[in-house]
């Protein structure tokens, strides 16, 4: 599951078309869920629902439209969720993280457990849960996201991840690293 509902503000533009090489950065991250086996693709969009939808290639994805996206990540996390269903778990990204790969997300996967991903001293997304999990991750409400849950969990260390697009001088240092 994609989250890519934000508005975006520090940015001034929606980080989901931001162009990294030939590709936006939620079309990027659609790439890396594919290679790495994730079926279905969920996308949860909120701000610029329309214009992601007119500029990105979200061909065999499920996009979930989230109205209340304004309400924070939990939400937004929590209401995608509610679009799967027969899966043993489900691996969480967001689509502004350049150095995440296919290889780190299966990685995450084949665990089987809840897993984070680690960066900068911290414990975040991409991260998979587990389906016994997924009441937790229901109840999840504002801008409450998981980093609660993954406290205690197993992570992988991805280099560069601590990286986010989220300002110009992001921007400019992700196209240096990855074009």
């Not at 939990?74 to 778990?89: H, I, K, M």
């Not at 205690?152 to 991840?161: T, V």
């Amino acid at each position: 599951m994609i989250l890519a509902a934000g508005a975006s503000t520090r940015l001034g533009h929606p980080k989901q078309l931001i162009r990294l090489g030939n590709e936006t950065l939620l079309d990027r991250s659609v790439r890396n869920a594919r290679e790495a086996g994730c079926a279905p693709v969920v996308v949860v969009l909120g701000a610029f629902e329309d214009q992601i939808r007119d500029q990105c290639k979200l061909h065999d994805v499920l996009i979930v439209s989230h109205p209340e996206w304004t309400e924070g990540m939990g939400t937004t996390l929590s209401r995608g969720v509610q679009a799967f269903e027969d899966v043993q778990g489900i691996l969480v990204m967001t689509c502004d993280m350049p150095a995440v790969t296919a290889d780190h997300l299966r990685s995450l996967a084949t665990l089987g457990r809840v897993a984070a991903t680690s960066y900068g001293g911290r414990k975040g997304v991409p991260a998979y849960f587990s389906k016994d999990r997924f009441p937790e991750l229901l109840e999840l409400k504002g801008d409450m996201g998981a980093r609660r849950l993954l406290q205690r969990a197993h992570s992988i260390e991805l280099p560069g991840g601590e990286l986010d697009v989220d300002t110009f001088e992001d921007l400019a240092k992700a196209r240096s690293i990855f074009g």
